[in-house]
């Protein structure tokens, strides 16, 4: 079945209409729907990893990159991590409803806030099937509705992880329309969305740095950005190198293809001698390739560390998001210059320092402009789910709206509520 721009405007009033029904429901309901959700795709985890299959058979054929082919593969392990994330959202409280700043007016108005869905989020997304059901759980239990528009390379596995979310949330007494799959991959479709504002009161993008440019600059709602994360980790000459090698070594390797992996490692001069060779050993392990500035480059072929896989930078290398087993590597003199270095080259990402001089720290996470900054950890944790908040829609490189990981409660908005005894407005 393909979308014509006939059929995205009826989805879209039935995104609409399923919202008002959706943002009556109990907590028990909407619990039980993600709970519902969760069995089933366990229950149903051949079919999604047999439509998977054809995506990524397609993705090869296609000559998608390595980065690419990692997003969107799934396995039954990833299933069932995706099916403990939706108990892990419906386990989470409840944001509507919630009172905000209750007080008594002297001319005693009670005035507050009140938490309410949004209404219909609308989610453009490229190569992960594991969105379709983070941004649906995460929509279902704030009481919003939502459309998902994925890309051409993950149609299949889309439709299997839709259909699954609208049968198990239907059988559970949600109304199934509150989740809506676009199944046209055409993107000339993007700019119609892009014009409903009377259905869709949020649109986030999830992609390359052209999809987020184009919707960013053609949305006539609100947009909630982030994704493109240059990421850089700076080992500080106060590090303690048993902490810096492995922390640094896992924001590379790790998953290499995630908007939190490091892309640029920064190590102050004093310390680099040890640091560098320490690093490249761990990192020839794994296949990573760096590419050096000219002090960390004669450091590490003085050093003659086995298996080195290491050349000069190139300019564009700083400031280069790589999505790939190949990281950036410059020696600065400072503290003041890896701060400069991250400020002219940084996305607001996010950022790390491994430093035992708690001084240092403190300027770091003070200066550093980015949404998730951190003293002696890897940057692989931004997300969601590792902040505890079940999963996430984006993690947004905005500073308004909201910032970072985008849970339950960035996803909702406020209403004035005020409770009177007959007061009027003197003239």
Known sequence: MTTTTNELQTKGEAAKRASRELARASTAVKNRALLAVADALLDRADDVLRANGHDVQGGQEAGLSPAVIDRLTLSRGKIEGIAGDV??????????????????????????????????????????????????????????ACILRGGKEAIHSNRALAAVIREAIGAAGV?????????????????EMLKMKQYIDLVVPRGGAELIRFVAENATMPVLTGGIGVCHTYVDKAADLAKAVPIVHNAKTRRYSICNALDTLLVHEQIAPQALPEIARA???????MRCDERALRILTQAEVPGLNAKPAAPDDFGREFLALVAAVKVVDSLDDAL????????GHSEAIITEDYSAAMRFLDEVDSAVVYVNASTQFTDGGQFGLGAEIIDSTQKTIARGPVGLREITTYKWIVFGNGQIRPA
């Open 87 to 144: 108990r892990t959202v419906a386990g989470l409280p409840d944001p509507v409803g919630e009172m905000i700043d209750m007080r008594t007016l002297p001319n005693g108005l009670q005035v507050g806030r009140r938490r309410v869905p949004l209404g219909v989020i609308a989610a453009i997304f490229e190569s992960r099937p594991n969105v379709t059901v983070d941004i649906a759980s995460l929509s279902l239990k704030s009481g919003n």
């Open 175 to 191: 109304p199934q329309e509150a989740v809506q799959l676009i199944e046209n991959t055409d993107r000339a479709l993007i700019s």
């Open 283 to 289: 990192w020839s392990e794994a296949g990573v390739e």
């Open 340 to 347: 400069e270095h991250i400020y002219t080259y940084g996305t």
